[in-house]
């Protein structure tokens, strides 16, 4: 038998899918509200990745990637979930999303995402939402699934979980 250990906290991130004509920072603070300060992010860019989208949102949609200062603990995950559907609500239009939000979280082995919809490898957290492990560490790398998201194995993406591990690696070992 294992002994049951405690749980660690863990880094938010999110993913931002908007589209050109959300202000961006406007939502950002709805993010802070929710997750508080931002403490890194990525630059906008063109979210080319998947058509997906398109049919709700239109084209021509912009991403970004953040993160934020405070830790949480991992099984706040789904309280989040749902939090950033009430913000994509605020934002619809027409019952139509003008911004995708993608929370989750960052710990040493790996960076895992909220989602709705269930899948062979995604594990049910609560409240309807699971768990799906996009990408994990070892070897001083990041290494991908088949089931991960194009747009979180690019470089830009990589480089900005790398900074955000390297940050959360050294807060943890000075707690």
């Known amino acids: 038998m294992g002994d ?14 908007f589209t050109k004509s959300v202000n961006h920072s406007k939502v950002i603070q709805h993010l802070v509200d929710v997750l508080g300060p931002v403490d890194d992010q990525t630059p906008v860019f063109d979210f080319v990745f998947t058509d997906y989208y ?34 994509e609500a605020l ?12 929370p989750g979280y960052l710990t040493g082995a790996k960076l895992v995402l909220a ?17 799906d492990v996009q990408l994990q560490y070892r070897h001083n790398q990041f290494f991908t699934s088949h089931w991960t998201y194009p747009d979180y194995q690019t470089d830009l993406a990589l480089s900005f979980f790398h900074r955000v591990r390297k ?5 943890e070992s000075s707690r």
Not at 91 to 102: C, E, G, K, P
Not at 116 to 128: C, E, P, Q, W
């Open 115 to 131: 989602s709705t919809k269930d899948f062979a490898h995604r594990i049910y957290l609560s409240d309807g939402i699971y768990g």
């Open 4 to 17: 049951i250990r405690t749980v660690q906290v863990v880094k938010p991130i999110c993913g931002f899918i």
């Open 91 to 102: 934002w619809s239009v027409n019952n139509r999303r003008s911004i995708n939000l993608d």
């Open 167 to 171: 940050k959360y690696v050294q807060e």
């Open 54 to 87: 398109e049919q709700e949102m239109g084209v021509d949609l912009k991403k970004m990637f953040l993160s934020f200062v405070k830790c949480i603990h991992p099984g706040d995950l789904a309280k989040i979930k749902i939090r950033t559907n009430q913000i």
